[in-house]
């Protein structure tokens, strides 16, 4: 049994409980300083009432609520709370693991009252930092995180065997984790409407892996050997600048691909064909895994640098990863954990605006 716990509007309620004049109002953090030109990075529910959420750009929350108070993020606040705060969790002494700045998982298989401790926590949460806290409890990581958003804010949810047809039934299906985006809405568009649907298709979706926690941690789970993409172009292609693009634009969708599934690689295969060059692959491997789509790309380069010729022509390329572990990377210096947060902050803006609404720059020499 897992206990999942998501913190409410996490950076707006801490923004809140540290100046009582913002207290339920509609509040956004922006991602810069500019409030008219960024990207809210999270609202308070009295904003999300309003139709204001997070990937929002600032001004159109301002057009929706011209007396809307702002503030701009303050990361390293954000990251201190998250942390004290699973010092909290973990000091139940059930093992527990860091889902992300503001999702915390116990494992609490044979515990005699996880209604208890969830409360407990909750309670705790709030008193010492004034926050609230919503908690899922259900057999896997995946069925308690979709239990946690059930009753948010401030609620406690439990999914077991005895109602588990009665919750998935009434709750649409882009509430499940990894269903907010093109999946979601392809499945949608293919007939499927609530939770139910997918789990009478697909129950193996809801039986989960591991989530963060250590391995063989919850039985029965499949995980990929490797992740690829590999693209033909129309024709063979010389400019090196285009080549590079595309080596961009594979990486990014593997790395996308790992940190859906919570996955991360030690090895990175690429290769390349064309014409003249016949075909040509080598792999990278290193002692820590990635997830992160640009040094899966970094380290495409440096085999595209060792192929035959220089500046081949080119006409398929392809980006593969292998070695997979469960991803579960603490990063400990502010810019890597920047780069962290970043990262999360853009897939969940793909993931809700469909891949690649943010993509690198020269990602965009593949689209001429
Ligand atoms: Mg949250």
Redesign the pocket.
């Known amino acids: 049994m897992i206990l999942h716990v ?5 950076f707006a309620s801490i923004e809140q409980a540290i100046n009582p004049r913002l207290k339920d109002k509609p509040l956004i953090v922006g991602s810069r300083g500019n409030k008219m030109h960024t990207v809210v990075c999270a609202a308070s529910y009295a904003a999300k009432r309003l139709g204001i959420h997070s990937g929002m750009p600032s001004r159109e929350a301002f057009q929706i609520c011209p007396q809307l108070e702002f503030v701009s993020a303050d990361q390293a606040k954000y990251i201190w709370t998250s942390e004290r705060i699973f010092e909290l969790v973990k000091g139940y002494g059930l093992p527990a693991n860091y889902a ?1 700045i ?2 915390f998982q116990l494992d609490v298989s044979g515990h005699p009252d996880s209604v208890g401790l969830g409360e407990d926590i909750r309670k705790r949460i709030c008193a010492e930092f004034n926050i609230t ?2 908690v899922g409890i259900a057999r896997n990581w995946i069925l308690a995180k979709l239990a ?1 958003k059930l009753h ?1 804010p401030d609620g406690l949810t439990v999914i077991d065997e005895a109602n588990l047809e009665q919750v998935l039934r009434k709750t649409p299906l882009d509430k499940l984790c990894g269903m907010g985006g093109k999946t979601g809405q392809a499945l949608m568009f293919q007939g499927y409407e609530s939770c139910w649907d997918l789990y009478l298709k697909m129950p193996a979706f809801f039986e989960g892996d591991s989530g963060g926690f250590g391995e063989g941690f919850s039985a029965g789970n499949e995980r990929p050997k490797s992740v690829s993409h590999s693209y033909t172009l129309p024709r063979a292609e010389r400019n090196p600048q285009v080549i590079v693009a595309w080596v961009r634009l594979l990486s990014e969708m593997v790395g996308t691909r790992l940190r859906q599934q919570g996955l991360a690689a030690r090895t990175v295969h690429f290769y390349v064909s064309g014409p003249d060059m016949g075909s040509f692959g080598a792999q990278n491997t290193t002692q820590a895994a990635t997830s992160d789509s640009y040094e899966i790309y970094l380290r495409c380069l440096k085999v595209l640098a060792k192929a035959p010729q220089g500046n081949p022509k080119i006409r398929a390329l392809g980006v593969s990863v292998s070695q997979l572990t469960l991803q579960d990377y603490h990063p400990l210096l502010i810019e890597e954990r920047r780069r962290d947060e970043l990262i999360k902050a853009l897939d969940r803006i793909n993931g809700r605006f469909g891949d690649q609404t943010i993509f690198p720059a020269e990602v965009a020499l593949t689209r001429k």
């Open positions: 998501d913190m409410d509007a996490f992300s503001d999702e806290a919503s946690s948010k």
